[in-house]
């Protein structure tokens, strides 16, 4: 294993000088037991990799030869002494910690992406450059930034089939038959999803609209449409809920815990988690603001209750006051989190516990609380504001009729229905009755007639 002196920023050593005054305890010569314990050094930068920041100059201890501006600095430069790999898209070096010998494949993250595009994008051959273009001029003013990637993925896969199988080269060869064999090449690979046929049917309307392909949009309705079984919603139970949660606790992670009882007593999504500000929160209230981005781009404010309360105090009192944003959760390195790496951070944590807590999906948090509310009685149409739901049918998507609610509710029903009919029956007389209630006034008419 080899060890590189060299850094990614390589700066020079800080310049000691004389300083303008010095202090008095440290005037004069010093003999080996009287040494100095701070030195005056001038501005230098900060020697993290890729770190521009400037640390000030002024008085230092005397011992002090390497000068970073924060933790994060000095352990990104620490990770990056050895060389542990050789980088899968430019072959150069890859630096990294002496056990991360052969688990780094890339030197940098935009070499990982620029490789992932290749892998992705450059069998499509011809296809490719209308893929770019298409994701950088069409995509993003249509599909929400979540959805980008899958949507390149599905056009890649279509345009991998037309160049590599179908042996097209050109766009207007591309006819319904195409789509038809792609659909079933699709489903004998065992794909599950359907969203690549709507996918593909945009493309061809930018297509056609481009000029780019003069013929008929080759997705054709009621043809090509996937149609599956209706989503069903995957609540947790309460036992499992329980487990998952006596597995997070042990994490040690407060920023987990809190992420997880905001997904369970306020059913946020993910992404509604590492979004919220410190500012969208009223602790007075106990309510949290969800702003945008969110799915149906609806803003809404959802309350909270004792369990987000408890741990967003014990949070707020370690969350580190360094942070340079103002969003409620930050990692390690005292960056915000995104939806994907808090996904990730859950994954990581869980990985080695037992089920349910290995398999846990933050998204089933959502369904768990949607049924809980609705299963204790809450209207629908409250559910729907405060779940976000844009269109009644997504949010039956995440509703279980639970069998003790079904059960409890038909026996009411039924009761209530009992005391009807009997209410009824008291009600209710016969015909003969009727007459003699009415024989005296029959016998009174016949009176006065004579």
Request: aromatic letters at 8%; glycine letters at 6%.
């Amino acid at each position: 294993m080899q060890k590189l002196t060299l850094h990614s920023n390589p700066v020079a050593p800080p310049k000691m000088v004389e300083p303008p005054t010095t202090p008095a305890s440290n005037t004069g010569r010093f003999s080996a037991e009287n040494r100095p314990r701070k030195r005056y050094v001038e501005a230098t930068q900060c020697e993290g990799p890729g770190c521009e920041k400037v640390i000030p100059a002024g008085w230092y201890p005397a011992h002090k030869v390497r000068f970073f501006c924060s933790t994060s600095c000095r352990n990104r430069e620490a990770a990056c002494r050895y060389v542990v790999g050789t980088c899968k898209h430019c072959g150069g070096p890859v630096m990294g910690r002496k056990d991360e010998v052969g688990k780094k494949q890339f030197c940098n993250e935009e070499h990982m992406k620029a490789h992932d595009t290749e892998q992705i994008l450059g069998p499509a051959g011809p296809f490719r450059s209308l893929i770019e273009e298409y994701m950088t001029v069409m995509a993003p003013t249509y599909y929400r930034s979540g959805t980008l990637a899958t949507v390149r993925v599905s056009l890649a896969k279509f345009f991998r089939f037309s160049a590599l199988i179908e042996k097209l080269t050109d766009l207007e060869q591309v006819r319904p038959a195409v789509i038809t064999r792609f659909i079933a090449h699709e489903r004998e690979r065992g794909l599950t999803g359907r969203n690549f046929v709507g996918h593909l049917s945009t493309f061809f309307r930018w297509a056609i609209a481009e000029e780019r392909y003069t013929l008929a949009n080759p997705v054709v309705p009621r043809i090509h449409s996937q149609r599956g079984a209706p989503a069903e919603a995957r609540p947790y139970s309460d036992k499992d809920l329980e487990a998952i949660w006596e597995c997070v606790e042990r994490t040690g992670k407060l920023e987990l815990m809190l992420a997880f009882v905001i997904g369970e007593e306020s059913g946020l999504r993910v992404g509604e988690v590492a979004n919220i500000r410190l500012s969208d929160i009223d602790q007075a209230a106990q309510t949290i603001f969800v702003r945008l981005p969110t799915k149906n781009m609806r803003v809404r404010t959802v309350p909270y209750h004792g369990k987000v309360q408890k741990y967003l105090e014990l949070w707020l009192t370690q969350r580190d006051p360094r942070c340079k944003h103002d969003h409620l959760l930050h990692n390690t390195a005292l960056k915000k989190f995104t939806g994907t790496q808090l996904d990730a951070w859950f994954k990581l944590a869980l990985k080695n516990e037992p089920e349910p807590a290995v398999t846990f999906k933050f998204h089933r948090l959502r369904h768990s609380w949607a049924t809980m509310l609705m299963n204790n009685g809450m209207e629908l149409a409250v559910l729907k504001v405060l779940g976000g739901w844009e269109k009644w049918n997504s949010m039956q998507r995440y509703i279980k009729v639970l069998e003790g609610t079904v059960r409890a509710q038909y026996e009411t029903a039924y009761r209530r229905l009992q005391e009807k009919v009997e209410t009824e029956e008291d009600e209710s007389i016969s015909l003969i009755d009727f007459a003699l209630m009415n024989q005296p006034d029959a016998v009174t008419q016949s009176t006065s007639a004579a």
